[in-house]
């Protein structure tokens, strides 16, 4: 089974602070994506990667930056965390765009 | 981009009820997925289709690929059936998800 894991269930962060949202699969799989959730809005993607070291931004990328240095690993940064911020924020990977596996998702918020 | 919309947007079902939850959407596709997502927030992955019908227990997901139409069914509802359901399909290299129907089944 793919396993793909996300750093923290729940994450509190002052506004102004520097965000770090990890995620690791176990799977090898080349695509990683960071979506976040809203109610009413559904899943928008934030960013993704084919590619160690290779991003692309997705609909929403606005002060949010990423990191993948390593396959298995696709990082989410918030440089400066505020609270239009607080989501849910999901990871998921992939070998094929369509069929993604997610993970636990990160519930943050931001005061 | 593939735009897709998920009617209803809220269902209050009662146990035992034969649930019905639509997808449409505007482009032509390849396959299109089925998500559910539980309270707590993990979402996991109910179905892959390209064409017909697939069966899974008390879920049954079919398409119409010329009508861009897909539906998942749930026969014997169950409060455990409780969850988010989300519709998802291919959009160039990623996927477009549908807004959700968020399923409450009541004992």
């Known amino acids: 089974d793919v396993k793909v894991t996300q750093s923290s269930r729940y994450l509190v962060k002052r506004t102004g602070e520097k965000v770090f949202l990890e995620c690791v699969q176990d799977?090898?799989?080349?695509?990683m994506f960071w979506y976040r959730q809203d109610p009413g809005l559904g899943l928008r993607l934030i960013y993704f990667s084919y590619d160690v070291k290779m991003k692309e931004k997705g609909d929403i990328p606005e002060g949010y930056s990423v990191s993948r240095e390593k396959k298995e690993r696709f990082s989410l940064i918030l440089e400066s965390a505020s609270t239009n911020q607080t989501s849910m924020y999901l990871c998921a990977s992939s070998l094929q765009p369509y069929e993604q596996y997610f993970g636990p998702g990160t519930r943050l918020t931001v005061t | 981009k593939n735009e897709v919309e998920q009617s209803p947007q809220n269902l209050t079902a009662q146990e035992g009820e034969f649930i019905t939850i639509n997808c449409s959407y505007s482009?032509?596709?390849?396959?299109l997925h089925w998500l559910q997502q539980h309270p707590g927030g993990g979402i996991v992955s109910l179905f892959m289709l390209s064409s017909g019908k697939k069966k899974h227990g008390r879920l049954i997901a079919t398409i119409n690929i010329q009508e861009k139409h897909s539906s998942l069914h749930i026969t014997a509802s169950h409060p455990r059936d409780s969850a988010v359901y989300i519709c998802?399909?291919?959009?160039?290299?990623?996927?477009?998800f549908g807004e959700g129907t968020q399923l409450t089944v009541n004992p």
């Open positions: 482009v032509g596709i390849s396959a």
């Open positions: 799977m090898d799989h080349e695509n």
């Open positions: 998802a399909v291919p959009s160039g290299s990623r996927l477009t």
